[in-house]
């Protein structure tokens, strides 16, 4: 059995035997969505009450340094099950966003780094290849960046994905071009967007290593970044979205100028989450803008 029926297998068997996941999976089917046109691309938004717990995360150090790990197999709900891959362990998201929502932490409690297993990123793509696998880096919608994990999810739901494909000839600027890899960057896209797409693991892993060590320059610490990954037609496609700023000045505004939005890889990909109904129902095309500016480099 391959291994997307098996995690399959493991979200239906979830949705069975957890209230919690069971709870929030079937919410997803009432979630308000409206959408916003800019031209040739929509950014959507979504009312999605049960995702405060990210949303809302304090992911400073001393919150982080006194909490148990969520994603630690000790401190985990004892409903939660979960699928062996090599260090790393999938487990369903009983906080969804997607469809089908993973997350997929390694065994070993270290930092959400992605420098040293953005290999792993590409080898998750490649058996989950029903899906995308996606990274937040620790400041930019990790809501555990103490604990190394990636999270994957139905690969059509993300904007980015789709809008890649029918955009490519009119808005993206070839980089590099090699025999295996080709390195592109959207364009006119109202947020910076880096593509590799790559036929072999090291071209794929030294255009992302060059796209990182540019983003990084003189820091010695990680590039404020978010990743999705998929492979199809024997191709990774990865995207690589810089990032400037965390959460925009809106975040912690008062009264009707705040919005709960905290952008992580699902906003960057055109898919803006608000747990807040009245958020929700107040945010404008002119909000987005303003919050893509702050945050996308």
């Not at 925009?248 to 960057?268: C, H, I, N, R």
Request: glycine share 4%; proline share 5%; with cysteine.
């Amino acid at each position: 059995m391959n291994l997307n029926t098996q995690i399959k297998n493991l979200l239906k068997s979830q949705i069975g035997d957890w209230e919690l996941a069971s709870t929030n999976f079937a919410g997803l089917k009432t979630v308000q969505t409206k959408s916003f046109n800019f031209g040739d691309f929509d950014v959507n938004v979504q009312f999605n009450p049960a995702r405060i717990v990210s949303s809302g995360a304090k992911v400073d150090a001393k919150t982080i340094a006194e909490r148990k790990c969520f994603l630690c197999t000790a401190n985990r709900p004892v409903e939660q099950k979960a699928l062996e891959f090599g260090d790393y362990e999938i487990l369903v998201n009983p906080f969804p966003i997607f469809p089908e929502h993973f997350t997929i932490p390694r065994k070993a409690h270290v930092p959400q780094q992605i420098s040293a297993f953005f290999p792993d990123m590409l080898d998750l793509a490649k058996a989950l290849d029903d899906y995308l696998v996606f990274y937040n880096g620790p400041y930019c919608g990790a809501s555990a960046p103490d604990h190394m994990h990636f999270q994957a999810g139905t690969k059509d739901f993300l904007p980015l994905v789709n809008d890649y494909k029918r955009l490519k000839q009119t808005h993206t600027d070839l980089l590099v071009t090699t025999e295996k890899m080709q390195l592109l960057q959207m364009k006119n896209y109202m947020r910076t967007v880096y593509c590799i797409e790559s036929m072999d693991v090291e071209s794929a892993k030294d255009s992302f290593e060059k796209l990182y060590f540019h983003f990084q320059g003189e820091e010695s610490v990680e590039p404020l970044m978010n990743i999705v990954c998929l492979f199809e037609n024997n191709k990774w496609y990865v995207f690589v979205h810089p990032r400037k700023a965390f959460r925009p000045w809106q975040y912690t505004a008062e009264g009707d100028k705040q919005f709960l939005v905290s952008p992580a890889t699902v906003e960057m990909c055109g898919i803006f989450i608000t747990p807040i109904e009245a958020h929700f129902e107040r945010i404008t095309k002119k909000d987005i803008e303003s919050i893509f500016e702050q945050v996308s480099y």
